[in-house]
Every structure is written in C-alpha cells, then in structure tokens.
C-alpha cells in the first residue's frame, strides 16, 4: 500500500464560507464536495487556495460504493476530471449506498438522497470490494473510502465495523477516511464502542480524519455538520491520535454557519487534542504518519457454505458468480428497505420498525432541505408553507432524478393539485416551472429570442 502523505490541519471548503476559509490561519488544506464544482470554472476561491499552495481534496457523496450495482462510469470519470483539475493528491468516497432497485431487482430505480449504511456482512463485502477496485482502477489518484454515521442497524450482521473496514483494506489496499463524529453517532444509535473499532482498525491505512458536529433527540444522535464539535467527539479523536498520528485532520461544517472565529475555535480545539493525545514518551516513541503499527487482525465469524441461489440469474462472462450472486442478494435486500424508507412501503422484517421511521423522517427533511437551496426560489414563492408542502409531497413519491428534477416535479405537483391558492403565486410557479422544465430554458429558446426581438422592433417604432 502506498503509504498516505502528510495533509496537516484542514477545513471543509464551502461557498457560503468561502472568504472565512482563506483567511483562515493554519488552514493547511481543505476539501470540497466533489459533485459542487464544475473542472472548467472552478470557484476562484478554490483557485486562490491552490495558487497559494493550499491542497483541495475532493470528495464525493454520489458514488454509491456501498450499493449493489456496479459504480457508475460516467460518475467515476466525473470525480477523476475534479481530481486532475484540482491536482488533488487523492480522493475520497463514503461506504454507503445511495440508490437501490432497477435492473437487478426488476423494480423502479430509487433514490435515497443521502448515505445509508451497508450491511456487515460477507455478501456486502464482496460487492464494496469489487466496486472499490473498480473504482480503483478508473481514478488517476489513490482512493480513500468513509465510514458513514447509521440511524438503524440491518440485521443478521455477520462483522462489527472494525473486522468490517479490516477485511476491505486487506482485500484492496484501499485507504480510509475515518470520520470520529460518525463512529460516536453509531456509539449512540447502535451501541457500539468506538475504543473497540478503533483497536480493531488497520490505523497505518488511514488517510485522514473527520471531525463534525450533531445533536441527540430523544435518545437518536443526528450527524448534522450544522453544530459545533462535541466533547464525546474530540475524546474519541484523542484515542485515535494516542494510537497513530493522523496524517490529516479535517473539521466539517455544512449548514448553520457560525462566524469565522467559532470555526478558528474549533480548529484550535482539534489541535489541541491532537498535541494533548500524543504518548508521554514523546514524538520519538510515536508511530510517524502512515507507518505501520502492531496489530492483531479482529477475528471474523468462519465462513459458512457457498448459499447457491437457484433463482440468480447465469453471471455475466468473465465474472466470478460468488459476486453475481452476492449483488442480487444485496440488490433485493436493498430495495427493500430504500422502498420503505422513502415510498411507504412495509419495513421489511428484522430491522427495528421506530428507527426506520426516524431514519424515513430525516430523509423527507434533508430532501427538503437541499430542494430549497437548489431551487431557493421556491421556499421565496411559498413562504412558511414550502416545508409542509414539500413533506407532503414527498410522502409516497420517491426521489428518481436527483435534486434538480425533483424541485421541478414537486411544482408540477403543485400546480397540478391547484396550490398554492393564490392566483398570483400560482402564476409565479408557473412561470419559474416553464422556464426550467423544457429542454433549454425558455429564455434561450429560439421562439422566445425571436419574441423578444420582436418586441423591441415594435416598441422602437
């Protein structure tokens, strides 16, 4: 494995903190959403930074590694484009799936909208290791992949986290990206010790870390990126740094931005357990960035029999049918549950019924969340009633195209139903669907040029 290299202290770039970040003191590095940015007109803030030697890091949230379908080429091409223009020394991805049915499941393609644990199991393993080399092979960067925070847990696990991440660096060399606010999210939702994760992870493969904010309600602890740091989370960075020295530290922020000197706080307070954290016998005792420690691999459950699947359909040539058969099975298990989070459809048996619930809700309100930024014009036409709105909207009718198409399929939606009931609202609504509905914007469109032109001749004479 070729070893990480050394990132220092860093910041999720973001627009909305654009100005705060470069005047940052210490700001080694920053990272910013790789599916925000477009290669040939990157943000000059993020110009800026490179030109000062500042490192930018993409990240991905789209990919689905984690999903039962093979990751997809365009997606992959994309993220590779954003690492050359951006000179990034790697990029990252999460474990997580983000889509489910299709093909595979001969059902309609879904769209979570956000990142949902895969199972630890073999079957999933199997496939997240394939689509890791996968993408491997198709990035010019080396690869680092996420663990994600879980609202629920899937049942009839075979691995806990650790021998999980263990087993999937072992099988693809791949590096980690260790968020220490998701490990104390799953220490609070599914009761899992984040001491017993980190001893039983390959520390030498970790390429950096992510530390973050939430918020607990009613005994379910929310990784929002929109609240300040919490101790728990700092603690658990501490055990990670008394173990190995991170070769980067990121603080994430994505939402509810305080002024600049909270987030310098922030930083210095990462610092600060970074340093307190290191062994009493001093830097020379400490394992240096990237080295490899000790380590006894976590013991993992025995395998069982091959499960021959008579229903699976022949693998494609050239492929291994243990996967083929793995991708199915996951595919079905997948869509199950997506479906229920998001169409109403029943829980499927053995996950808890109230935490798939919670898990529903807070799908329904980051997918209303990200519509009103994406399409900010819609919260400004309904006013106080765009979040009911859109809620109501949502129950039932799953995500199939992305943010963009469904702000423009919740208007229809609207317009269709005869709300809102303003007439001059409605007119408004369905000026703003027109315009964006059609194959090219109204405005562009040659009729509409050749109106305006029109227009003025008429009015100049």
Not at 362 to 382: G, M, Q, S, T
Request: net charge negative.
């Amino acid at each position: 494995m070729t070893q990480p290299g050394r990132l220092g202290t860093g910041i999720g770039w973001r627009p909305e903190i654009a100005e705060a970040v470069e005047h940052m003191p210490g700001i080694d590095w920053v990272e910013a959403v790789s599916e925000n940015l477009c290669p040939g007109h990157l943000p000059e803030s993020l110009r800026r930074l490179r030109e000062r030697g500042v490192t930018v890091v993409p990240h991905g949230v789209s990919l689905g590694l984690g999903g039962a379908d093979r990751p997809d080429e365009s997606r992959l091409a994309a993220l590779a484009e954003r690492a050359e223009a951006l000179g990034a020394p790697l990029v990252t991805e999460h474990i997580a799936f983000v889509r489910a049915g299709g093909e595979l499941t001969a059902s309609p393609s879904l769209e979570a909208g956000h990142l949902l644990p895969v199972p630890r199991t073999r079957d999933a393993l199997d496939v997240l290791c394939e689509n890791v080399r996968i993408a491997q092979a198709a990035l010019p960067v080396p690869l680092a992949v996420e663990n994600i925070a879980a609202l629920l847990r899937w049942p009839g696990e075979e691995m806990t986290e650790g021998q999980f991440l263990y087993d999937l660096v072992d099988r693809t060399s791949v590096r980690l990206l260790i968020d220490v606010a998701n490990l104390h999210t799953n220490h609070v939702n599914r009761g899992e010790d984040p001491a017993r994760a980190l001893d039983e992870l390959p520390v030498e493969a970790i390429a950096y870390v992510h530390v973050a904010g939430g918020f607990e309600r009613d005994g379910v602890w929310h990784d929002s990126h929109a609240h300040p740091v919490p101790r728990p989370v700092l603690g658990i960075l501490a055990d990670l740094a008394s173990r190995v020295t991170p070769p980067g530290v990121l603080l994430e922020r994505d939402d509810n931005f305080p002024a600049p000197g909270e987030l310098e706080k922030e930083l210095a307070a990462i610092r600060a357990t970074l340093e307190e954290a290191r062994p009493e016998a001093g830097p020379a005792a400490r394992p240096a960035a990237g080295v490899k420690t000790p380590a006894v691999r976590p013991p993992s459950p025995p395998a069982g029999p091959a499960d021959p699947d008579p229903a699976a359909p022949d693998p494609a040539p050239g492929l291994d049918p243990a996967p083929a058969r793995a991708r199915q099975r996951l595919a079905l298990a997948q869509a199950a549950l997506l479906s229920a989070l998001v169409a109403g459809t029943p829980v499927p048996e053995g996950f808890d019924r109230v935490r798939t619930r919670v898990q529903a809700r807070a799908l329904a309100a980051k997918r209303a969340d990200v519509v009103a930024k994406v399409a900010a014009e819609l919260p400004e036409l309904l006013g106080d009633g765009y979040r009911a709105a859109f809620l109501g909207y949502a129950q039932g009718r799953p995500m199939t195209g992305g943010y963009r198409r469904d702000a423009l399929d919740f208007a229809e939606h609207l317009l269709l139903t005869g709300d809102p009931r303003d007439a001059r609202t409605r007119h408004l609504l369905r000026e703003w669907w027109l315009e964006r509905s059609g194959p090219a914007p109204r405005s562009r469109r040659p009729a509409a040029r050749l109106a305006r032109a029109t227009r003025r001749v008429l009015l100049r004479h």
